[in-house]
Structure formats: C-alpha cells, structure tokens
C-alpha cells in the first residue's frame, strides 16, 4: 500500500518560515510528479508548488519567491520550504504524488500564520 505523510505544520507568525516534508513508501520514487496543495477554510483546493520527476517545479504568482519545492529521491521525500508567510497562507496542505493516471494525497498538516 502506497502512502505519503506529510509533516511540518504548525503555528507561526507573519514573516516566518516553516519547511514541510512529505515522505512517500514506496519503492521508486523518482518516476513520480508532487505536488503541495492547500486548501483554507471555506476555499477550494489550490496548487502551491509542484516538482516533476526530472526536477522542474512551477508555481502560481501567490506564492513565487516565497515558497520552494525540492526532492530528495534517496530519502523519497519532497519538502516545500515556507518564507515570509502571510496569514492568507494558512490552510491545510496536502501532499499529491501522480504519475499518469495513478494519484495519491497524503491526509494533510496544518499550517497556521498569526497575524
């Protein structure tokens, strides 16, 4: 059974920094896209970062310059560092691994910015 856990969430004030991780099981990872996505109370789920199986990332213009995606295949783990948060930024974000048609979320931390 394929999982991802994510980790990493947490309280934090306006202007700080939080790095989440997302550790998948499974056997090979780097044949895998990710993703970080969240979402906010009353909001639909949006993308934050994502980080393809060569290493190409995007992300939207909220987030640009202050959020960076990164892999590390040994470990199976993708983290998404956090910097200069706003209190918009709090949501519950979510792990996404996809390849094809095949896609599994992990269960999600949350990350909450005091203004």
């Known amino acids: 059974q394929v999982l991802l856990v994510e980790s990493g969430g947490g309280l934090v004030q306006a202007g700080g920094s939080l790095r989440l991780s997302c550790v998948a099981s499974?056997?090979?990872?780097?044949?895998?896209?990710v993703g970080w996505h969240r979402q906010a109370p009353g909001k639909q789920r949006e993308l934050v970062a994502v980080i393809t199986s060569g290493g190409n990332t995007n992300y939207p213009d909220s987030v640009k310059g202050r959020f960076t995606i990164s892999r590390d295949n040994a470990k199976r783990t993708v983290y998404l560092q956090m910097n200069s948060l706003k209190p918009e930024d709090t949501a519950v974000y979510y792990c996404r691994m996809s390849r094809g048609n095949f896609e599994i979320w992990g269960q999600g931390t949350l990350v909450t910015v005091s203004s």
């Open positions: 499974v056997n090979i990872f780097n044949i895998y896209d």
